[in-house]
């Protein structure tokens, strides 16, 4: 019997070594492509690294677009500033070609140790600057006493942040005060980098090129829903400013995916949101680009269009009476004042702040091998065969289950060639919900933000989908309701 277990091994182990053989000596050429579904850019496939000449070398450096990285930060918040700061260096701005700038702002003076530490985390240039007083205090017009009324109610029912002024004073500057910070004159580009993000894959283009080149003014890479009790007058505010300046906006301009259509269901009674009253009305559907990532054009934002745009907004009181985020404002901005081919949706940058994370599909050399670190099941996937070795004392059950889920990481990760990431791939609707609470009675969209932006094929639907498995996948923020494309 001990014989026997031996030999069983040993095949098992020899079948699994000539896998895994094949799978590193197999030649890669640069016809194998991804899933038709994945969101590959247009752009042309990345060619093997080599040294450029230094006359290329200079060349670029001289014709680099005006653009800068920008963080508003506290001193506090130094150790998570500084990992942000090496990951956007390792990942994108460490290269000879790139080095832009580094702009971090703040209410107070940053003190001599953040500012030496963030220096020692970059070869780039870095400026330190201090917000002036104007655009971090409430401004005269606001009722303060209203405004601390209000942040109380709002923080009692659990809109987040919402009790900190600070909080209000954020994300006014960040909705528009920032692009007219004397720092930023001489750039037109910005990318802006929170303390504590993530950036999971190489970059391997000069993103601010990249938008320059191609004639973009604003990129995103998630498009997911707001809290609605933050902001209750925005769309009121908003139809009110179309109203007053409908030729401010862009005659190509696509913010119908903003808006609610007939699908989009309610079964709470209320006034203009209710199953009654708010089917096709086109009222605004909580979408929003997840800001906190964002590159964009500083010409945009210093601009006719958005610069009225922010003040109606700010003299109606609603970044103080309500917690109205810089997000949403952005959102409906550049969907409002631009056409929407200036607009990009970056699936190929994997980041993650918070609860949000979006990995793009990518395809590394080793990713067929699986979980090996957990002395688990190793699945091999070579040349059409596999072969799966699992380890012992495990019930089929559990064995099922993990490969069930392995293996549709694995097929979603069949994407954007000679991409490389540190994560597991995330599913384009993984992040529809997650600012939402759980148990919120705000009406959703039928579709999620993401594919309601992209539209056209992304809509499509796979066959007999439950009813109840479409709403549970969109409330919980998970893979939605069946559709064809998942890339």
Same mark, same amino acid.
């Given at each position: 019997m001990p014989s026997f277990r031996k030999m069983v091994t040993f095949i098992l182990l020899l079948v699994f070594c000539q896998s895994v053989w094949s799978l590193y000596t197999a030649p890669t050429t640069a016809t194998e492509t991804g899933p038709t579904d994945a969101y590959t850019p247009p752009m042309a496939d990345t060619p093997a690294r080599r040294t450029l000449p230094a006359g290329e070398v200079q060349a670029l450096i001289d014709s680099r677009p005006k653009a800068a990285f920008i963080s508003l930060v506290r001193n506090e918040e130094l150790q998570d500033m500084v990992a942000s700061i090496l990951q956007v260096e390792s990942r994108f701005n460490g290269r000879a070609t790139h080095q832009y700038d580094w702009v971090f702002f703040n209410n107070e003076e940053f003190t001599p140790e953040f500012q030496a530490t963030v220096l020692q985390a970059t070869n780039s240039r870095c400026f330190f600057e201090k917000i002036p007083v104007e655009h971090w205090r409430v401004p005269s017009w606001i009722d303060e006493t209203r405004f601390s009324a209000g942040r109380q109610f709002m923080g009692g029912i659990g809109v987040g942040k919402a009790w900190l002024q600070s909080y209000h004073h954020m994300c006014r500057w960040n909705a528009g005060l920032f692009a007219l910070e004397e720092r930023l004159a001489d750039y037109d580009w910005y990318w802006r980098v929170e303390p504590a993000v993530k950036f999971h894959c190489d970059i391997n283009y000069d993103v601010f090129r990249f938008m320059e080149e191609n004639n973009l003014a604003y990129g995103f890479n998630m498009a997911i829903l707001d809290d609605a009790r933050s902001f209750p007058s925005?769309?009121?505010?908003?139809?009110?400013?179309?109203?007053?300046?409908?030729?401010?906006?862009?005659?190509?301009?696509?913010?119908?995916?903003?808006?609610?259509?007939?699908?989009?269901?309610?079964?709470?009674?209320?006034p203009h949101t209710g199953a009654e009253e708010g089917l096709s009305?086109?009222?605004?559907?909580?979408?929003?680009?997840?800001?906190?990532?964002?590159?964009?054009?500083?010409?945009?934002?210093?601009?006719?269009?958005?610069?009225?745009?922010?003040?109606?907004?700010?003299?109606?009181?609603?970044?103080?009476?309500?917690?109205?985020?810089?997000?949403?404002?952005?959102?409906?901005?550049?969907?409002?004042?631009?056409?929407?081919?200036?607009?990009?949706?970056?699936?190929?940058?994997?980041?993650?702040?918070?609860?949000?994370?979006?990995?793009?599909?990518?395809?590394?050399?080793?990713?067929?091998?699986?979980?090996?670190?957990?002395?688990?099941?190793?699945e091999?996937?070579?040349?059409?065969?596999?072969?799966?070795?699992?380890?012992?004392?495990?019930?089929?059950?559990?064995?099922?289950?993990?490969?069930?889920?392995? $293996?549709? +990481?694995?097929?979603?990760? @069949?994407?954007? /060639?000679?991409? &490389?990431?540190?994560?597991?791939? %995330? $599913?384009? +609707?993984?992040?529809?919900? @997650?600012?939402? /609470?759980?148990? &919120?009675?705000?009406?959703?969209? %039928?579709?999620?933000?993401?594919?309601?932006?992209?539209?056209?094929?992304?809509?499509?639907?796979?066959?007999?989908? %439950?009813?109840?498995?479409?709403?549970?996948?969109?409330?919980?923020?998970?893979?939605?309701?069946?559709?064809?494309?998942?890339?």
């Open positions: 925005l769309w009121e505010q908003t139809k009110a400013f179309i109203d007053q300046n409908s030729e401010l906006v862009d005659k190509d301009a696509d913010f119908n995916w903003l808006l609610y259509t007939d699908n989009d269901q309610d079964d709470v009674i209320r009305d086109g009222e605004y559907n909580n979408c929003q680009f997840y800001s906190n990532f964002e590159i964009g054009s500083l010409n945009f934002f210093r601009g006719k269009e958005h610069r009225s745009y922010f003040d109606h907004l700010d003299q109606a009181g609603g970044f103080y009476y309500e917690r109205l985020g810089d997000a949403p404002v952005h959102t409906i901005s550049v969907s409002l004042f631009l056409p929407k081919n200036r607009l990009w949706f970056f699936r190929d940058i994997g980041y993650a702040h918070g609860l949000c994370e979006q990995c793009p599909p990518h395809q590394d050399k080793q990713e067929e091998v699986i979980n090996s670190h957990l002395n688990a099941e190793v091999v996937r070579a040349r059409g065969t596999q072969v799966v070795v699992v380890a012992p004392f495990q019930t089929l059950d559990v064995q099922h289950r993990r490969w069930k889920t392995i $293996a549709q +990481d694995v097929e979603r990760q @069949k994407g954007i /060639p000679g991409l &490389s990431c540190g994560c597991t791939v %995330s $599913a384009l +609707d993984d992040n529809n919900a @997650k600012l939402v /609470p759980y148990e &919120s009675k705000q009406r959703k969209p %039928s579709d999620t933000c993401i594919r309601k932006f992209l539209g056209g094929k992304w809509l499509a639907r796979k066959d007999m989908v %439950s009813d109840i498995n479409s709403v549970a996948g969109i409330v919980a923020g998970g893979l939605g309701p069946g559709y064809v494309l998942n890339g």
